[in-house]
């Protein structure tokens, strides 16, 4: 019997493999003791009938042999006890169990055997009996383990309950234990209190992000096409409101996006979403980045892809792959390419050291120190958002030096 995951069956296991041991000793005790009993017995038996025989014998009286005893000399000796050294041992003669004790002094040599005797049967009998007893402990031992375990953890089986149930109304069973099972119960109710409090905190903060800062973002994405309708002559004022415009735009999404992954994933909806369209808007968004440096932009869209996903995670997930290696990218290449079930993204910036790379995803974390632009944090909420949709997300070093990030699209449907 081997332990499955369940406790009970841990415990049950546990007891089992303990009357296992100490029923093995019980049985090694008893069988060693009987032996070095027998030997003693059959020992001290043959010596005082060869003492008496072997008398006889050297001073001609008349002697006879008792039942059971074989005594033979010299050459009435059979052949098989012939050449055994002097002492007691235990053979077998014809197929017999024989107690042989053998004797040598100047009058030659001496042999008394005994047969199996009624000891020897109760002794099988003794060993037959200890067999049954061991095997109905360990069978008892591990039923009643299983009883005990049953009732060991039923209080550990009730709070389990209640928990996976999320059964709050009439409160997690054994509050007021005074056991480690009631300290348990009250640190799992203390810790649900404080996660319904913070998801309501949480609820309440992103209605607050969406209904505080839309408004304004509105307001600013309005009030910047309306100065660039009134600039037409004025080409500086025109570059500096499509940088408004562009900023305001990307935070719209962006809330967009962080309100959606504060929501359970299987509450959302995963309408089927075109990525060649998502992909040519954000590339065309991050080009700007390289404007000004010797790095070329390309874009290859092998095939059409369709996924189920809502758009404005994924338009986040893109963009935050693009700006980055457009970001850290001084001379070079980025490349973009989508192919029927992932994206990748390559550049030939500095790549990452081994200490980055092994906190990549973090939040806060940055590929250099001496850029100071954004926070860090735009792999991390890639990361996330690659979980919230179920794809998976993952990091290269491409060996003529460089970045590879991919994403593998889970379920993703292709039309030529």
Request: hydrophobic share 45%; aromatic share 6%.
């Amino acid at each position: 019997m081997r332990p499955d995951g369940s406790l009970r069956a841990r415990i049950t296991f546990a007891i089992g493999a303990l009357a296992f041991v100490i029923c093995s000793l019980f049985a090694a005790a008893v069988y060693f003791t009987v032996e070095a009993l027998e030997t003693n017995l059959f020992t001290q038996y043959l010596s005082e009938q060869a003492a008496s025989l072997i008398e006889r014998h050297r001073s001609g009286k008349s002697y006879t042999v008792p039942p059971r005893i074989g005594f033979y000399h010299d050459a009435t000796i059979p052949e098989a006890l012939a050449r055994l050294a002097p002492g007691y041992r235990e053979v077998t003669l014809d197929e017999r169990n024989v107690h042989v004790l053998t004797r040598a002094d100047e009058h030659g040599r001496f042999v008394i055997t005994i047969g199996e005797s009624d000891f020897e049967r109760i002794e099988g009998h003794l060993y037959i009996a200890l067999g049954v007893g061991v095997a109905i402990s360990l069978l008892l031992s591990i039923w009643l383990g299983w009883i005990t375990a049953s009732r060991v953890i039923a209080p550990v089986t009730a709070l389990a309950d209640a928990v996976q149930r999320e059964d709050r109304q009439g409160g997690l069973p054994s509050l007021d234990a005074p056991d480690e099972i009631g300290a348990l119960a009250r640190a799992f109710a203390r810790r649900t209190d404080e996660l319904q409090g913070f998801l309501v905190r949480e609820r309440l903060f992103t209605g607050d992000v969406s209904h505080e800062l839309r408004t304004p973002l509105t307001v600013i994405l309005g009030a910047a096409e309306l100065i660039a309708a009134q600039s037409d002559d004025r080409p500086s004022v025109a570059s500096a409101i499509e940088r408004i415009q562009r900023a305001a735009g990307d935070m719209s999404d962006k809330v967009g996006a962080f309100l959606l992954l504060s929501r359970a994933p299987e509450a959302l909806d995963a309408p089927l979403t075109a990525l060649r369209p998502l992909i040519e808007r954000e590339f065309d968004r991050c080009r700007v980045l390289v404007a000004a440096k010797p790095v070329s932009c390309r874009l290859d869209i092998r095939e059409d892809v369709w996924v189920n996903a809502r758009p404005e995670l994924a338009a986040v997930a893109v963009g935050n792959l693009l700006r980055n290696a457009c970001q850290y990218t001084k001379r070079g290449e980025v490349l973009v390419c989508l192919e029927s079930s992932r994206l990748i993204v390559e550049d030939t910036g500095p790549g990452l050291p081994e200490p980055v790379r092994a906190r990549l995803f973090e939040p806060s974390v940055r590929v250099r120190h001496e850029q100071p632009e954004g926070s860090g944090l735009g792999l991390a909420i890639v990361q996330r958002i690659a979980a919230h949709l179920r794809w998976g997300f993952g990091f290269e070093m491409r060996p003529e030096g460089g970045s590879r990030f991919i994403l593998n699209f889970s379920g993703a449907l292709t039309k030529s």
